[in-house]
Each structure stands twice: as C-alpha cells, then as structure tokens.
C-alpha cells in the first residue's frame, strides 16, 4: 500500500519541544505552515525564527495542513483538545505520558509524536539522533509518521502508552533528576568559593562511560565500596546543608544495598 507523506505541518504550541522540533522540521524542508500559540509573544518569536505565519486564536488555525502537532503542557492538553475545532484533522501531541486515546471521541486520525530529549530554547542540538517514539491508532496513520520522523533522525521506535510512560519516568531520573544534582554540587562547591566548572570533566567522563558499558558496571564511588569513613567525612562536610545530608545518605544506602 502506498501512503502520502505528510508535507504540510502545523505547530500547536512554544515551548521547548516546539521551538526544537519546528527547527528540526525547518531543517528537513517541510512546510511548516503556522505557529499557534497562546502567548502572543512567545508564538510571534517562534514564527519568525522559522519563518512562518502565526496566530493565537484557535479559530484562525490553518485548516489545510496535513498534520498538527500538539506541543503543550499535559495540564493543558485535555482543555486544548477540547477547544480544538478542526475534528477531521490527523493530529498527534508530543507528550511522554499522555495517552493518544485523549483524541478518541472527536478525532480519526491521532497519535503520539515524542522526542525523548531535554530540550532548553537556549541550546541548539542534533535532530539527527533524538529517539523518537510513535503511537498511532491505525497502521496507516503510523505509516505516514514513520515517514515523518525518518525526515528528522535515525532513531525511531514504536510505543505503546504504556511503554512510553516508562520511557519518560526513567528519563526523569537519567535527565532531570541528575541535573538537579548538578545544581546541588553547585551549590555546595559556590559556598567555598569554588567553580561548577572543575566538575565538568568528572561529568562528561561519567556520561561517555554508560555509552560503552553498562551503569551497573560504570558505578564507583565510596557507597559501592562500602567505604565508611569517607562517607562519615561528607556527610560532616554537608553540615550546613541537612537536606542534602539526607539525600547522601538514603542514596549511598541504596548503592550500597545494591552492590553488596
């Protein structure tokens, strides 16, 4: 069976995923037909960026593209479909633990379209190998986004809901709970006068390694070693940050709990 790419694009939202994914569809010479945002601001700053209308009224949205892409905060999305007038429209959102089944009592063709990155506006990255992961209610409606997303990278995996929920907790932990940590040796190295910058070896070294072998096998550290008189010195060193001593201490028992 032989299936009509999707060509003409419209783009429901401003943020971070929209900004990068606009960019990245930019790239791969699709027609990005529109920004909609509720900002008019932000959507105004996206637009010209990619060159392309904009609107921030849900009424003056392009009817004719060939998909839409729901880029907007899960708290917002059930409200947003609601509102959404274009019923026979083939549209997809771009969350990690919505299920696509939002759409199902207005729309016929609808899915899930969601790059696992971090994305910041602020920093531009390769498209080129951003997994991303597809839902679809139909095969053929998963045919055509299959197409799509070869446009924008070599990695691409089928999901179910279920599967991409998973997909977006582990994230949390390998991305944003890991940059919290971050923060955290920031703040403790800025109350000695010293620089977040003498970490960032430590930091790339320790991500290239889980390249080539496992995390498991990547674990070091005094909580893996059972070395106890180190970590009495680092939980005395954090005396002035008791919620960080909280934190050493539950995950040095867990490392050690594991490894042991």
Do not use: W
Request: hydrophobic letters at 35%; proline letters at 3%; glycine letters at 2%.
């Amino acid at each position: 069976m032989i299936f009509e790419d999707i060509h003409r694009i419209v783009i429901l939202g401003t943020g971070n995923v929209a900004t990068h994914l606009s960019l990245a569809l930019k790239s791969a010479n699709l027609d990005i037909l529109q920004v909609y945002g509720h900002n008019l601001a932000n959507t105004k700053v996206l637009a010209n960026n990619i060159g392309t209308p904009y609107t921030n009224e849900i009424i003056s949205i392009d009817p004719s593209a060939d998909l839409y892409i729901v880029c907007i905060s899960d708290d917002a999305l059930d409200e947003f479909v609601s509102r959404f007038h274009l019923k026979n429209a083939f549209i997809v959102h771009t969350s990690g633990t919505a299920s696509i089944k939002i759409f199902k009592e207005d729309y016929q063709n609808y899915g899930a379209f969601y790059p696992l990155q971090t994305f910041s506006k602020e920093k531009r990255i390769r498209f080129d190998n951003v997994p991303l992961c597809i839902e679809t209610n139909n095969n053929i409606n998963q045919e055509l986004l299959l197409s799509l997303a070869r446009k924008l990278t070599t990695n691409i995996q089928i999901t179910t809901h279920e599967q991409r929920t998973t997909l977006h907790v582990a994230a949390v932990f390998a991305s944003n709970f890991t940059n919290h940590f971050y923060s955290i040796a920031n703040e403790i190295l800025s109350d000695k006068q010293l620089s977040f910058d003498l970490l960032k070896p430590l930091i790339r070294e320790t991500a290239e390694k889980v390249q080539s072998i496992s995390p498991d096998e990547a674990q070091t550290g005094p909580a893996k070693r059972n070395d106890l008189k180190t970590r009495s010195k680092h939980i005395e060193k954090l005396t002035d940050f008791s919620e960080y001593q909280k934190i050493y201490n539950y995950l040095s028992n867990q490392i050690q709990k594991k490894y042991n």
